[in-house]
């Protein structure tokens, strides 16, 4: 019998089996809201039951990681990854190390990473993993050892026809270093099984900058969509890790103000904006620092604000690039206030649905981290080509090729924004981009049979 599946009856379905995995449920239903009419209109969408599969994980895979720290001390920690939906190609996403990682994060990431992977148009199926390890304070060989010892479980599950994981939070080019030198050493094989490595062994130029870059590449096509551009635009960052200050760099060459920078602890505010020097300071700074912001403050760019967030600051634009759930309902309001015009997520999941709600409910564009966050994967989807082909592209060709993704996944949600507006023809990049990443995702499946 076909299944005549609705977004209540697949949402009830999800909720009484995963009720405590709220970071799931609350993307799934981001999703669903916008999917579910594109696959009751579709007989061979539903014969083939794809919406129900398509939410769930393929396989989840926990490991404990017990290691010995340098003092000796035994440490125990949890691990997952997440291999969700590999009809597209290999499992592709990265890896966190954060004391608040736990399977509902993981699982809210994977499958995001199912769509995001999707737009890109490149062959990549989505997947995600990490760590409650928190590496911050924590020694350089206790990171390694760490490392190491995550990696010894999860090697067998990866391979680079299989799974590659990258970076996400606290897992950058040193981390991915450790990571591959124990997959190396144990498989005795040299393959691009993890992207984001060193430009020495296998890395690809652009990689580390491509989160950033792309996001900036994405609201340039969407102020070109508005007659716009991005010269003279105030612009609000979260964050001061990779993505945020690569977003602060692209955006300042652009001729964009940059007003403020963030972290768990506070936001750096500068009026005037940051300049790209104080930019590339922090870029070279943020891994080893304990907190760049403050550091940057000392150095005589802006002002420091503890324990607040950036968002009632006056701006044109703002791109949260923290973390999840750091943009409330209260936050969207006051944006709107200060006279924002445009939200384009440089984190995955940044805003609530109750504050994405605000955005689209005001008639401001607000695009969604799987859209515009999507450069990075991307980049990671060249690394794992030039890999195959034992070749290393040069990096103003990578650019080129960064920006060319971007614009064909702008244009590809703006199409399907266009098709499925209303009578007030307000472009629903949210909607769009769920659409478009579902359509490609569910004809693989129904291709590949069940
Ligand atoms: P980093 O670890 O480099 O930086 C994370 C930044 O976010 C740090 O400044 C951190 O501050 C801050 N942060 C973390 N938690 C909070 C919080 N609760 N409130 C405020 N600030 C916080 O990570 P990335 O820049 O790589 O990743 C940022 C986001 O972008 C994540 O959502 C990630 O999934 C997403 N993303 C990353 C990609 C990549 O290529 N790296 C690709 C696509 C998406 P502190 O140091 O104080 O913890």
New binding site residues.
């Given amino acids: 019998m076909p299944n005549e599946s609705n977004f209540d009856e697949i949402y009830d379905f999800l909720n009484t089996k995963f009720e405590s995995e709220k970071e799931y449920l609350q993307a799934v239903r981001e999703v669903l809201e916008d999917i579910v009419p594109i696959y009751n209109a579709n007989e061979a969408y539903k014969q083939a039951d794809i919406v129900r599969r398509l939410c769930l994980p393929e396989r989840v895979i926990y490991f404990t990681v017990s290691w010995v720290n340098s003092e000796g001390t035994v440490e125990v920690n949890q691990a997952w990854r997440v291999q969700h939906n590999g009809v597209m190609g290999p499992y592709k996403g990265?890896l966190?190390f954060?004391p608040?990682v736990n399977l509902s994060v993981l699982k809210f990431?994977a499958f995001e990473q199912c769509f995001?992977n999707a737009l890109t148009g490149l062959p990549m199926g989505g997947g995600k993993g990490g760590s409650d390890f928190n590496p911050?304070g924590r020694s350089d060989r206790d990171i390694m050892l760490f490392c190491q010892a995550f990696m010894r479980e999860l090697q067998r599950h990866i391979g680079a026809n299989t799974d590659i994981p990258?970076?996400?939070?606290?897992?950058?080019a040193r981390e991915i270093g450790y990571l591959y030198g124990e997959y190396r050493r144990l498989n005795n094989k040299f393959e691009g099984v993890l992207t984001?490595k060193g430009l020495e062994f296998g890395g690809s130029y652009i990689?580390?900058e491509?989160?950033?870059f792309g996001l900036i590449y994405f609201t340039e096509a969407v102020c070109d969509a508005n007659d716009t551009t991005l010269e003279g635009k105030r612009v609000v960052v979260?964050?001061?890790?990779?993505?945020?200050?690569h977003a602060a760099k692209k955006a300042i060459q652009k001729g964009a103000t940059v007003v403020t920078?963030?972290?768990?602890?506070g936001f750096l505010f500068c009026d005037k904006g940051f300049s790209e020097s104080d930019i590339a300071w922090a870029i070279d700074a943020?891994?080893t620092s304990s907190?760049?912001?403050t550091d940057l403050e000392s150095k005589g760019s802006g002002v420091w604000f503890s324990d607040k967030?950036p968002w009632h600051v006056k701006c044109d634009i703002a791109l949260p690039?923290?973390?999840?759930n750091?943009l409330h309902e209260k936050d969207a309001k006051a944006l709107l206030e200060n006279g924002c015009s445009m939200v384009l997520e440089?984190?995955?999941?940044?805003c609530s649905n109750n504050a994405q709600e605000v955005f689209i409910d005001s008639g401001i564009t607000y695009v969604p981290?799987k859209a515009s966050?999507?450069?990075?994967?991307a980049l990671?989807g060249l690394e794992m080509s030039q890999n195959a082909q034992f070749s290393q592209h040069e990096a103003d060709v990578l650019d080129n090729e960064l920006q060319s993704i971007m614009k064909s996944i702008h244009a590809r949600c703006l199409e399907e924004a266009k098709r499925s507006a209303g009578k007030d023809n307000y472009i629903n990049y949210m909607k769009g981009a769920n659409i478009a990443a579902f359509r490609r995702i569910a004809d693989a499946m129904v291709a590949q049979g069940v």
């Fill in positions: 990265g966190r954060h608040t990431l995001k911050k990258a970076g996400d939070i606290n897992v950058g984001g990689r580390t491509a989160t950033g979260s964050g001061a890790g990779n993505v945020a200050l920078l963030s972290n768990s602890r943020h891994t907190n760049v912001l967030t690039c923290a973390t999840q750091e440089g984190a995955n999941m940044p981290g966050n999507a450069g990075g994967v990671s």
